[in-house]
C-alpha cells in the first residue's frame, strides 16, 4: 500500500482515538467534561470533519505535502501540545478576559495556522484537531469534539497553500472565497442582530449565551478581513507572510463554519443563531490574531531557517 496513504490513514485514526479517550477518560477526572447525549452526533461530524480531510487528500494526493515522516510526527505532537497549553491559558482560566459578550480570546489559533504553513496540512490538523482537545479538557469547560475537529480544518487548509508552486498565484482565489464568506456572515448578523452570543459564558454566575453579541464581534471577520488584506499587501513582496495569513483565514471561515453548522443538529440551532451566536464570535476575533500573530510566526521561522541553513 502507498506509504502516504498509509500516513494520513494513520493520522486521521490518531486523531479520532485521541478524540475517544478523552472523551472517555475526562469524564472520570472532572464530570463536567462527561458528554450529552448528543455525543454520538457530535463525533459523526468528527468523522464527516476528517473524511473532509481524507477527500481533500485524495485529489490531491500527488502533492508531496501528504508526506509524513519522523520530522511531521514530532511537530505534530509540538503543535499539539503548544496548542493546548496555550488554549487553557487564554480561555478564561489563567488570564482572565473582562468583556461583555466574548468571553475569551484566542490568540492561540496562530499556532495550528502557523504550523498547517510550515509542515503541511498533515501537522496542521493534528495540531489544531488534538491541542484544541485536549485544552477544552485543561479548561474544564467542557468537550466539543466537532469544534476541535473544526480546529483541525483550520490547521489543514492553512497547509494546503502548498498545493501551488508559486504560492502568490492562489491569494487572490483565497481572498475572493474569504471576503464572500466575511460579508456572508456579516449580512447574517445585521440581519439577526437580536441573536444571543451562543459562546457567551460567565464563570462566576454560570450563565451561557445570555448576552448578544457587540457590534464589534457582529462584523469582526470584516474587519479580520480587512487587516489580512492589508498584511497581504504590505508584505506584497514576502510571499510567505501574505500566502500564510490569507491561506490561515480560508481555513479560520471554514473549518469553524463547519463547527458552527454542525451545531444545527447538534443543538438544533437554526442558520442565524449557528452563524451569529457562534461562528462570528469565534472566527471574526481569530482573523485580527491571525493577521498580526502568524506574520510573527513566519518572519522567525524564516530567520531561523536561515540561521540553521534549513
Known sequence: M????????????????VFLLIAWIGPLINESLKLDNTAVLRFVFVAIGLLIVF?????????KMWEVGTREVVYMAIGAAL??????????????????????LRPAICI???????????????????????????????LSPQWSVGN????????????????????????IVSFVLA?????IYFLNQAIPNMLFFDPAQNIFGDQQITLFAGISALVGFVLVLAVRFIFGQNVDIAAAVTWSMLGNFLGLGFAAISDIWINGYNL???????????????????????????????????????
Not at 2 to 17: D, G, P, T, W
Not at 83 to 104: H, R, W
Open 183 to 187: 460579508a456572508l456572515g456579516t449580512l
Open 83 to 104: 496548542y493546548a497549553v496555550l488554549s487553557f491559558l487564554f480561555n478564561g482560566t489563567v488570564f482572565v478576559v473582562p468583556s461583555v459578550s466574548q468571553v475569551a
Open 2 to 17: 502507498n506509504r502516504k496513504l498509509v500516513s494520513v490513514i494513520v493520522a486521521l485514526v490518531a486523531v479520532f482515538v
Open 55 to 63: 477527500g481533500v487528500y485524495f485529489f490531491t494526493r500527488q502533492n
Open 112 to 142: 495550528p495556522m502557523f504550523f498547517g504553513f510550515a509542515f503541511g496540512p498533515v501537522v496542521g490538523l493534528f495540531t489544531g484537531a488534538v491541542g484544541n482537545m485536549f485544552g477544552d479538557a485543561l479548561t474544564g469547560f467542557g
Open 272 to 310: 442565524p443563531t449557528a452563524i451569529v451566536g457562534e461562528f462570528l464570535p469565534s472566527a471574526g476575533p481569530n482573523m485580527i490574531f491571525a493577521a498580526i500573530l502568524v506574520p510573527l510566526l513566519v518572519v522567525a521561522y524564516n530567520s531561523v531557517r536561515r540561521q540553521t541553513g534549513r
Open 152 to 175: 483541525g480544518l483550520i490547521g489543514m487548509i492553512a497547509g494546503l497553500v502548498w498545493l501551488f508552486e508559486d504560492k502568490k498565484k492562489s491569494l487572490n482565489a483565497v481572498l
